[in-house]
T-cell receptor
Framework: DTAVSQTPKYLVTQMGNDKSIKCEQNLGHDTMYWYKQDSKKFLKIMFSYNNKELIINETVPNRFSPKSPDKAHLNLHINSLELGDSAVYFC?????????????FGPGTRLTVT | AQSVTQLGSHVSVSEGALVLLRCNYSSSVPPYLFWYVQYPNQGLQLLLKYTSAATLVKGINGFEAEFKKSETSFHLTKPSAHMSDAAEYFC??????????FGQGTRLTINP
């Protein structure tokens, strides 16, 4: 069974469109994250939710809106997509927050904005 | 605040040779340190972590890392490289805050 899953794996869309990426974890973890990995492989946290509550909100354009319907799911909605949004987006989860626990990563969603 | 510097964006070694990937950290509080590996087109997988217990940490696939507070380092080593070790490696630090801070990554290439 996949521990952290993301859909879709690939997403190609045009500038100005709105898209969503879904993430689900079956590990029973309380905390979930969204990361962005750019073309140079640099990995940066975007958001963190603990038991459906927003904990971390880094300096991310407000075109990006996370939603956590329950603690096993964390979705990412992006409005008015721009060329610079092209990246790989990773979802991750950990037993709890605090940065001391191992994070389990999903396979990533490669977003290409044309 | 925490930060990580990985020395060398690309390391190339021969199969069977020693692997050494360097990581230096900065943290205003006692750090937790992690090494993750990313194989092509996959997510990150934990190799090992330091959480203030033993300074020499053993991980999966024969990797280990040594925490040296005086040098603020957490270098990753493996005595004998295998072709399957080719991947991107990330060092990360947290200082009790809610988040991990990742280094820029080191791409490891193994030559036959």
């Amino acid at each position: 069974d996949t521990a952290v899953s993301q859909t879709p794996k690939y997403l190609v869309t045009q500038m100005g469109n709105d898209k969503s990426i879904k993430c689900e974890q079956n590990l029973g973890h309380d905390t979930m994250y969204w990361y962005k990995q750019d073309s140079k492989k640099f990995l940066k946290i975007m958001f963190s939710y603990n038991n459906k509550e927003l904990i971390i909100n880094e300096t991310v354009p407000n075109r990006f809106s996370p939603k956590s319907p329950d603690k096993a799911h964390l979705n990412l909605h992006i409005n008015s997509l721009e060329l610079g949004d092209s990246a790989v987006y990773f979802c991750a989860s950990s037993p709890r927050g605090g940065g001391t626990y191992e994070q389990y990563f999903g396979p990533g969603t490669r977003l290409t904005v044309t | 605040a925490q930060s990580v510097t990985q020395l060398g964006s690309h390391v190339s070694v021969s199969e069977g040779a020693l692997v050494l990937l360097r990581c230096n950290y900065s943290s205003s509080v006692p750090p937790y340190l992690f090494w993750y590996v990313q194989y092509p087109n996959q997510g990150l997988q934990l190799l090992l972590k330091y959480t203030s217990a033993a300074t020499l940490v053993k991980g999966i696939n024969g990797f280990e890392a040594e925490f040296k507070k005086s040098e603020t380092s957490f270098h990753l080593t493996k005595p004998s490289a295998h072709m399957s070790d080719a991947a991107e490696y990330f060092c990360a630090v947290s200082g009790g805050a809610q988040k991990l801070v990742f280094g820029q990554g080191t791409r490891l290439t193994i030559n036959p």
